[in-house]
């Protein structure tokens, strides 16, 4: 899985999505550093007052209504609420599980600004990248997002390359393309479970949960988890707020039941 950092380079992996199976990105590419630019927690606000979402501004204007594909939107959480649009099933899939990922804060989409990069024909285009990921160390990560066949099609890593080129680091220090490869049905049905669950305040549950956790020196299985709590179905939730949150890893690829396997995560930034 190549990762954050230039391509060449095997180090500083981005954390696994969800804590099953992570959700690798095929390709990513540092964008030119000379050009100059600028480089919170996603803590639960129990019992907060209810604020009107922002709708964002998007680079290129969204139609909802369209035939024959999937257009929506999503309400984000967040210092404030805000309302993302998304053109495809693929597209909510990948913006689904990026929010659920322990190591993002932010995800805006179709970002602004545009930019204008010079093709392998030396003509002048502009490409608008789908999301823009915020990540806990700060780091901002500009996604473009197509199934695997168009991309490959198309070549759109080099695309991508190009663009990297052109992209300022006050927009992002990394750009890179995400597929349906990086969204399997496991990671899209565990990444939904999570943000479900990061709806729900229990903080009794969480730290009894959490206590649990902060002794164990190995594997054990969700369900054992939520036996040693006593809480059943509110355990449940609980460990699975705390792989949203970094502090647990599921152990191999599946979907997140009684019977998977998980261990205790100690560093929060998982990779970072």
Not at 31 to 57: L, T
Not at 97 to 121: F, I, M, N, S
């Amino acid at each position: 899985m190549h990762t954050l950092n230039r391509m060449a380079s095997a180090a500083g992996a981005i954390p696994h999505a969800l804590g099953t199976p992570r959700v690798p990105l095929i390709m990513s590419i540092s964008v030119n550093s000379s050009r100059p630019g600028d480089a919170g927690d996603r803590g639960q606000q129990s019992c907060a007052p209810w604020v009107q979402p922002e709708r964002s501004d998007p680079a290129r204007k969204i139609i909802l209504k369209s035939l024959g594909s999937l257009r929506g939107e999503l309400t984000v959480a967040g210092t404030v609420p805000r309302i993302v649009t998304y053109e495809s099933h693929l597209e909510k899939k990948v913006l689904v599980c990026l929010l659920a990922r322990p190591d993002v804060v932010e995800v805006y989409g179709q970002p602004r600004p545009t930019v204008t990069y010079l093709d392998a024909q030396d003509v002048w285009r502009d490409h608008t990248f789908d999301f823009l990921a915020v990540r806990r160390n700060g780091e901002r990560v500009a996604v473009s997002v197509k199934p695997s066949r168009r991309a490959a099609k198309h070549d759109l890593r080099g695309t991508l390359r190009l663009v990297a080129e052109h992209t300022p680091r006050s927009f992002a220090d990394r750009v890179t393309l995400m597929t349906e490869l990086h969204v399997p049905r496991d990671a899209y049905h565990n990444a939904k479970l999570i943000l479900a669950m990061q709806g729900e305040d229990d903080e009794e549950s969480d730290m009894g949960v959490l206590a649990i956790v902060e002794t164990l020196n190995g594997v054990t299985t969700v369900g054992a988890l939520v036996e040693a709590s006593g809480r059943e179905a509110d355990g449940f939730a609980a460990v699975v707020r705390l792989i949203g949150r970094g502090r647990l890893r599921i152990v191999g690829r599946r979907r997140i039941d009684y019977s998977t396997e998980v261990s205790p995560a100690f560093d929060q930034e998982a990779g970072a």
